[in-house]
Structure formats: structure tokens, C-alpha cells
């Protein structure tokens, strides 16, 4: 993003430190910043020599959306008791935004999920993990799971007395 001075003698452009921004190139009557971060910073330019003659220039800089997330995992069907690791994609028009997913579980007596995508199976039937951007859950995707219980054999006594003698 430029920010323009409209001044036709050449200028100096200072501003606060502020997490939000980074100075890429600084120009006679403009300064050229990257967002790094959601936030606002201020930006006061004057002209050179003098610092009486100053106008102060607030930025905002908002959270880059995401065009599309896509979800995966190994498998679509888990026993109880095993991990499964959905995976979380992302883009956006913004060149250089990592996206940081939020994953949550529909039901979390069947499946529960951590902050890095990995569903534990803790109870039988199906459920749905959503993932969205943290700064935007407008959007977000969902990928469906099934949770079976392990089959178990059954025991079957067919004598419900029996005489032992020691030994």
C-alpha cells in the first residue's frame, strides 16, 4: 500500500513503531508499507527541516480473508480410541498470509479435536470437524467422520455350577 503525501516539496515521512506495519520503501512525497498484522498505526509526515507542518495519517490494517478451505484426512472411518489428522488449506489474494485454522468438533461424546487439526475417537457415531480462519469463521469448512466401536465377541457359560475339589 502507498501513502501519499500531496505536497509538492519533498518530504520527510516518519511514524510510530507499531507491530501492525513494516516500512518497505520510503519515497520524496510517499512511503510504501506491508501489513503484518490486524491493527492501526499512525503515520505522521512533515516536511523536511521542520516538524511544525505535520499531518497525521491513521492506517488500518484488517484481516485478509480467505478465498476457500479445503479439509482432509486419512480416513473418513475411526475406531474408538484412534487419531486422525484433518488437514486445513487455505488461500488468499493477500500475497504472504499464512492462515492460522480454529478446528472444532460437532460432538465431543464422539470426537474431540486439538488447536493442530488431530481428532481423538471417544465415542461411536458420526461427527463433523469444522475448520475457519481465526480472524474470519464466515468461512470455514467441515469434514464428516464415522466412529465405529470395536466389534467385541461375546462369552457364552454354559455352566453356572461347577464342583472343584483342591488340587
Not at 37 to 47: D, Q, R, W
Not at 125 to 147: R, W
Amino acid at each position: 500500500t502507498y501513502v501519499p503525501y500531496p505536497h509538492p516539496n519533498p518530504v520527510h515521512i516518519g511514524y510510530d513503531d507499531n507491530p501492525a506495519i513494516e516500512t518497505v520503501e520510503t519515497y520524496e512525497t510517499a512511503v510504501k508499507i506491508k501489513a503484518k498484522e490486524v491493527g492501526t498505526a499512525e503515520f505522521k509526515a512533515y516536511l523536511k527541516e521542520t516538524e511544525n507542518v505535520n499531518d497525521v495519517i491513521v492506517i488500518t490494517v484488517s484481516n485478509p480473508k480467505l478465498d476457500y478451505i479445503n479439509l482432509s484426512a486419512e480416513k473418513s472411518e475411526i475406531f474408538v480410541g484412534e487419531q486422525v489428522k484433518v488437514e486445513a488449506i487455505g488461500s488468499s489474494l493477500v500475497e504472504g498470509f499464512t492462515p492460522t485454522f480454529v478446528f472444532e468438533t460437532s460432538n465431543k461424546k464422539i470426537a474431540t479435536v486439538d488447536e493442530n487439526g488431530l481428532v481423538t475417537a471417544v465415542g461411536g457415531g458420526k461427527v463433523e470437524i469444522v475448520a475457519y480462519e481465526k480472524n474470519d469463521p464466515t468461512l470455514y469448512q467441515t469434514i464428516s467422520l464415522n466412529v465405529k466401536y470395536v466389534e467385541t465377541a461375546s462369552l457364552v457359560i454354559e455352566e453356572t455350577n461347577v464342583d472343584l475339589k483342591v488340587g
